[in-house]
């Protein structure tokens, strides 16, 4: 195991249309090595003073650190929310091999 720049960062998408269409615009333009995208979430958040509830899709994107301020740009330009989750974990550490791949396949 190795440690490296790379990072998990999570956004969640309100169908899996937008979904979609994002992981395939960060793959495309090698701003993330794979975007895994799971259906049938429920979130319970508050917005504007309100709690809501609603069905969501996340995203699970894997990608670099010195990649994340482009993809967010990629994320808000495609993003139909108005404030989309955003949040990066950096990688402690994992397979040297996949770490690899992580970064050969980002920009």
């Known amino acids: 195991m190795t440690v490296s720049d790379s990072c ?6 309100p169908d899996e249309a937008s979904a979609s269409e994002i992981a395939t615009a960060a ?9 895994s995208i799971v259906p049938g ?3 319970v958040y508050s917005w504007q003073g309100k ?5 969501e899709v996340q995203l699970l994107i894997k990608t670099t650190r010195s990649n994340t301020d482009a993809l967010y740009k990629l994320v808000l330009s495609l ?3 108005d404030e989309p ?3 990066i974990i950096d990688v402690a550490g994992g397979s040297t091999t996949y770490l690899n791949w992580i970064k050969s396949s980002t920009t």
């Open 41 to 43: 979430l429920t979130s």
């Open 8 to 13: 998990l960062v999570l956004c969640t998408c």
């Open 27 to 35: 793959v495309e333009q090698k701003r993330a090595a794979c975007v």
């Open 79 to 81: 993003h139909p929310y």
């Open 51 to 55: 709690v809501e509830k609603d069905r």
């Open 85 to 87: 989750e955003w949040l």
